[in-house]
């Protein structure tokens, strides 16, 4: 008798795992990063980043375009191609601004306490397989430096530049596959 219980809670339990397992399985759309594609979107274009931002560093454009490339190659499975994608990915850097971002009192004048670098990244998507998806959007993005660094600095500080930038594209993949 104990067996036989044993046997009959052993499938209860597999039935139970299966179950989930076959409707994520079955659906097609949903994965583990979080993406919400449709499972008719094969390609992927994204065109350079043109960059009309006048205080922007030359090397911008080309290496945000490298980056937003790599972070879709990275976390979906969809094929980068020259043009004409199912999703398509063009836009421009439309602003590079560095100003004082908090300022304080020294020797009774104001002075900033804080510089801030802002860049702004306007957007156009495409999506073939679903027009209702399309959209155009600016995204941006900022970060505080000391007062002691100057846009020289910050500019050869690659590191830094790429935080704000990440952030950016990773908004506009959560903005276009993920739809959040």
């Known amino acids: 008798m104990t067996w036989n219980r044993l046997k009959t809670t052993r499938r209860q339990a597999l039935g139970l795992l ?43 454009s080309q290496r945000f375009t490298e980056d937003i490339k790599d972070y879709f190659q990275r976390n979906t499975t969809l094929k980068l191609v020259p043009r004409d994608g199912d999703l398509q990915f063009e836009g421009t ?25 802002t860049i702004q990244v306007q957007l156009r998507f495409t999506n073939t397989k679903n027009n209702k998806q399309d959209f155009e959007q600016t995204f941006q993005s900022q970060r505080d430096f000391a007062s002691t660094q100057d846009i020289a600095s910050i500019n050869n500080d690659l590191a830094s530049v790429r935080e704000i930038t990440r952030n950016i594209i990773s908004d506009m993949f959560n903005k276009s596959v993920a739809n959040w």
């Open 93 to 117: 850097i439309v602003a590079y601004d560095f100003a004082p971002a908090a300022i304080q009192q020294a020797g009774g004048l104001p002075s900033a306490g804080a510089n801030r670098l």
């Open 18 to 60: 299966a179950l989930p397992l076959l409707l994520l399985s079955s659906c097609g759309v949903y994965s583990f990063n979080g993406t919400n594609i449709d499972p008719a979107v094969k390609t992927i274009s994204i065109q350079t980043f043109q960059n009309t931002a006048p205080n922007a560093p030359a090397y911008l």
